[in-house]
């Protein structure tokens, strides 16, 4: 094993594992970056560290789990609780965590944590998230989820 610092484990192993999945490639899949505080106030107009979240995977206009990516020769669990910080700050169901050999997943519904061997297809992930949901409940995400999202700015 190479000793590839954090950015490269995400571009060389981890991206084309979630592009393998099919994020990012499969109808209203995406991959994102989400900027959850812009860092506290140190005063004289500076501020602390943003906090962002490597990888949220959204399917269908919804956010279904984040991502927390750490350089290749630490643990698979390094990042994971700054993945479920995260998680429970944009309202995801899964978090996950990687050094790009790894992948460790914690449900934030269920509290059940395992190693698991890849990521999730968009629609794996999307029953995994809502497949127990009531048919109203059903009826109205599917509505929504047909609203187009605007990634262009404006």
Do not use: C
């Amino acid at each position: 094993m190479t000793d590839r610092n954090e950015a490269e484990t995400r571009a060389e192993l981890i991206d084309p594992a979630l592009n393998e999945a099919g994020w990012g490639v499969i109808e209203r899949s995406r991959v994102g970056r989400e900027v959850i505080t812009q860092g506290r106030l140190l005063g004289s107009g500076r501020r602390a560290n943003q906090l962002k979240a490597d990888y949220v995977l959204l399917y269908k206009n919804q956010k279904l789990a984040v991502i927390e990516a750490k350089r290749e020769n630490l643990s698979v669990t390094e990042g994971l609780d700054q993945a479920k910080e995260y998680a429970e700050k944009l309202q995801t169901r899964f978090a996950y965590s990687t050094n790009g050999h790894g992948i460790y997943k914690v449900d934030m519904l269920t509290g059940e944590e395992s190693e698991v061997d890849r990521y999730p297809s968009p629609d794996e992930l999307w029953e995994e998230t809502f497949g127990e949901s009531t048919s109203q409940q059903s009826i109205w995400r599917n509505l929504f989820s047909e609203v187009p999202f605007e990634s262009r700015g404006g």
